[in-house]
């Protein structure tokens, strides 16, 4: 699955790249089947494993490489 690690800086870069709107800033509540769930990161942009397809689109748009597959 694909995670935002410590180097993130908040860019929100890859959350326009996202065509599955996986990702969400820090803080933000996220939407999975029409309901709002408490987001997974208040410090850092986060990624919504049951939204990803692994697709690393968000990958390549990361100038810090803060984006790795785990
Ligand atoms: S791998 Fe693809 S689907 Fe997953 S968060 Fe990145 S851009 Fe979105
Ligand atoms: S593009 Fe990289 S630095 Fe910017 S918000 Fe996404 S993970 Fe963080």
Known sequence: ??????????????????????????????????ESKPALSEDLTYIVPELCDDCKACVDVCAVDAIEEQ
């Open 1 to 34: 699955m694909m995670v935002i690690t410590e180097e993130c800086i908040n860019c929100a870069a890859c959350i326009d790249e996202c065509e599955s709107n996986a990702i969400f800033e820090a803080g933000d509540d996220y939407i999975v089947n029409d």
